[in-house]
């Protein structure tokens, strides 16, 4: 069964977009676990959680952003937090998010 079986088929291809533009930032491994796809440099740097009509992208980071385009922010530990970011089309996959996910990058390499 694949995550993106109850997703609209939209949700598939931005999936596929955004994994384009993350591996341009550097070498990624997507690892497919029960509900999410983590995204690996040398650790993960961000989970991608498939639902019906978007993608929610946690983003690993050393402060909480504060940004309105996030919509939840986890402390995980005493200098890392996780901040997802919904992703409903293409088009969001833009500069703003291409930094945040190559910083997370960098955090954890």
């Known amino acids: 069964m694949s995550l993106f079986d109850k997703s609209d088929p939209a949700v598939r291809t931005t999936y596929d977009r955004l994994l384009i533009r993350v591996r341009r930032i ?6 497919q676990n029960k509900a999410s796809i983590h995204l690996k440099g040398r650790a993960t740097f961000a989970d991608v959680r498939p639902l019906k009509s978007r993608l ?3 983003i690993v980071s050393d402060t909480p952003i504060t ?3 996030v919509t939840k922010r986890d402390k995980i530990s005493a200098s890392r937090y996780h901040n997802t970011v919904p992703i409903n089309s ?3 996959i833009d500069a703003q998010l291409m930094d945040w996910l190559k ?3 960098e955090l954890v390499s």
């Open 26 to 31: 550097g070498p990624v491994d997507a690892e």
């Open 56 to 58: 929610d992208v946690s």
């Open 67 to 69: 940004d309105p385009r």
């Open 90 to 92: 293409p088009h969001d």
């Open 103 to 105: 910083r997370a990058y």
